[in-house]
């Protein structure tokens, strides 16, 4: 949209600043978004997305907020998904982080309790984003001693 302004004004060769970058990327990430409506097909199911509940115990680093903010990033690039806003808020006295990745896609969002080395994610997403692929990138990351994914199929048809 930005693009197609300058475009307009006979300025499609002047530099974007970064923040204008950043508007024109999350603009078309938009627009790509508004062209289908990301329903998938899963096992046979015609659904709005794969919604992961997913249970981290005896997990580290569950108060660090800059590796969670990483994490999640990575997650997100592992998942083929388009980040649009990470937020993060941390918690006192004992360090849990709680906070959203907004996605093109959908979310993933974290609750830690690192007192209780327990967090609580779900990753939701739909399109052509592989969810999935979060579980690996969160194990190596936390190296939770056991982790628990339930599946929910968002959406179903009838």
């Given amino acids: 949209m930005v693009h197609d302004a300058l475009f307009q004004l006979g300025m499609d060769s002047v530099e974007l600043n970064p923040a204008q970058t950043?508007?024109?990327d999350k603009t078309h990430a938009a627009e790509a978004c508004a062209d289908k409506d990301h329903f998938i097909?899963?096992?046979?199911?015609?659904?709005?997305?794969?919604?992961l509940i997913v249970d981290l115990f005896?997990?580290?680093r569950l108060?660090?907020?800059?590796?969670?903010?990483k994490t999640l990033i990575d997650c997100v690039e592992k998942a083929g998904a388009t980040l649009l806003h990470i937020h993060l808020h941390p918690f006192e006295p004992n360090g849990g982080v709680?906070?959203?990745?907004?996605?093109?896609?959908?979310?993933?969002?974290?609750h830690s309790w690192p007192e209780r080395a327990y967090a609580a994610l779900d990753?939701?997403?739909c399109g052509d984003a592989r969810p999935e692929r979060c579980i690996d990138v969160l194990q190596e990351a936390f190296r939770p001693g056991r982790i628990d994914v339930k599946?929910?199929?968002?959406?179903?048809?009838?």
């Fill in 22 to 24: 950043e508007e024109r």
């Fill in 41 to 51: 097909e899963k096992d046979g199911v015609l659904c709005a997305g794969s919604h």
């Fill in 58 to 60: 005896d997990a580290e």
């Fill in 63 to 69: 108060d660090d907020l800059p590796y969670i903010e």
């Fill in 98 to 110: 709680s906070g959203v990745a907004v996605l093109a896609e959908s979310h993933i969002s974290i």
């Fill in 123 to 125: 990753i939701f997403m």
């Fill in 151 to 158: 599946e929910l199929l968002r959406g179903k048809e009838a």
